[in-house]
């Protein structure tokens, strides 16, 4: 890891939120929603000493003595959820949209090569605020973000020196001959080192996950297949990476974008699937059966318009051309709920839609709900769902005894109205109040 982003990262000292110390908080939620069974329930009150969830009960089950030890928070207003969980983030990565030419990765290039690593620590660390204060607390990020940035990154915030949501981290994504850098003349190709390990066999698979777990990465990334570029893992390189990750408990989840690179990530022993914008009924019903995760990177109809409109500003049809592309990702989604695949939500935020840091995050629950999916299936995806794509399922996504107290609140019609999660009121992190 290069020393610039430590000394950079110490800089954001001064963005770091005041930290208010540890105590007891009594919260009143009006409508309070529980991940387990998808519900919704009313008059409840959650108990919160320090970092922890104490209790989650009725308001009348507490004591005279309970609610005078305890600060009271009241958020009967508004409904409260465990805080959100994007598990496909690219928090040092972001791609603008050039009319005429929408290349993808071809901006990676230009930031590997005229931005560098000190833009990168500043940007992700702008970015991993707004996403806690939008009520995002807890993240996957999956690479694209130099050499272990996102785990420096990670540090920072865990250390105070940087607001911003807990982080599981992939470090440098495995992937074969070119990674996904386009257009690379051979003499260049060491530019691909600096973004991804290229794997060359099944023997060098296999030390590429001990590299990175030696540098703190606690998720293992792969790309399956390696889009825009040709090139793929082996099923064989695949089970290899697989099985080394496992030795150390730690997942795997691949990129993998067609139905090919799908079947032989989850042949491989993958645990999840990030995309996944094409698959074969089989398919999907193979990943029921061996319980590997999908992360639909989707997003919503204002984000796929404004690609559209940014992108193509003269072409009238550009933007019901996108749609058509988004309906048909709803009946896969749909497909695969179907089918029984088990759904996490991840938004692969790293286009510049020239919205609010974290927004094009949280729009990807839209986009599951406007491909008809009903509300607390949806949020079930961002917390409950998310919290086992990250191994943290019996630490977030719940609000229960002993989880970390991850609480937020949004618009009380989140019940009905999918928008209200844009409109955040209150944000606890561990136990700490962030927004209020």
């Known amino acids: 890891m290069k020393k610039c982003f430590f000394g950079l990262l110490l800089l954001l000292s001064g963005m770091v939120m005041a930290q208010n110390p540890h105590t007891t908080y009594l919260i009143k939620a009006g409508k309070l929603f529980d991940s387990e069974t998808g519900e919704f329930k009313t008059g409840m009150v959650i108990l919160v000493k320090d970092q922890r969830i104490e209790a989650v009960k009725p308001e009348q089950e507490v004591t005279e003595a309970e609610k005078s030890g305890y600060t009271v928070v009241d958020l009967s207003s508004y409904a409260v959820l465990p805080g959100l969980i994007d598990a496909h983030t690219h928090l040092l990565y972001r791609e603008v949209i050039h009319p005429g030419n929408t290349v993808q990765s071809m901006d990676l290039i230009k930031e590997l090569t005229t931005e560098g690593d000190a833009y990168r620590a500043l940007y992700g660390a702008a970015r991993a605020k707004a996403y806690l204060l939008a009520g995002i607390t807890a993240v996957q990020d999956l690479g694209n973000s130099g050499q272990y940035g996102d785990i420096a990154l990670r540090r920072a915030i865990n250390e105070g020196l940087a607001p911003g949501p807990r982080m599981r981290c992939a470090g440098r994504g495995l992937a074969s001959e070119g990674g996904q850098l386009p257009g690379l003349i051979y003499k260049h190709r060491d530019i691909v080192d600096d973004e ?19 540098q703190g990465a606690d998720v293992i990334k792969i790309y399956a297949n390696n889009t825009p570029n040709n090139t793929m893992l082996s099923v064989d390189e695949i089970k290899a990476i697989v099985g080394e990750a496992h030795r150390y408990g730690l997942r795997v989840t691949a990129h993998a974008t067609d139905n090919k690179a799908v079947y032989n990530a989850v042949i491989g022993g993958v645990d999840g699937i990030e995309h996944g914008y094409s698959m074969d009924d089989t398919t999907m019903q193979l990943m029921a059966r061996k319980g590997t995760i999908l992360v639909p990177t989707d997003g919503d109809s204002v984000t796929f318009v404004r690609y559209a409109q940014i992108a193509n500003p003269d072409d009238k049809s550009a933007a019901a051309n996108v749609m058509g592309f988004r309906r048909y990702l709803g009946s896969r989604l749909r497909a695969a709920i179907r089918d029984g695949v088990m759904v996490a939500a991840g938004s692969d935020d790293y286009v510049d839609f020239k919205l609010p840091f974290s927004e094009p995050s949280k729009r990807t629950l839209i986009g599951y709900a406007e491909s008809g999916v009903p509300i607390p299936r949806v949020l079930q995806f961002a917390t409950i769902n998310g919290s086992r794509q990250l191994n943290w399922s019996r630490e977030i996504g719940v609000l229960k005894r002993g989880y970390y107290a991850d609480i ?20 606890m992190k561990g136990g700490q109040v962030v927004v209020q």
Do not use: M, S, W
């Open 196 to 214: 991804y390990r290229i794997i060359k066999g099944p023997e060098d698979a296999i030390q590429a996950v001990r590299e990175n777990i030696t």
């Open 408 to 427: 937020i609140a949004v618009d009380g019609d989140l019940d009905t109205d999918i928008h209200a999660i844009l409109k955040v009121h209150f944000v």
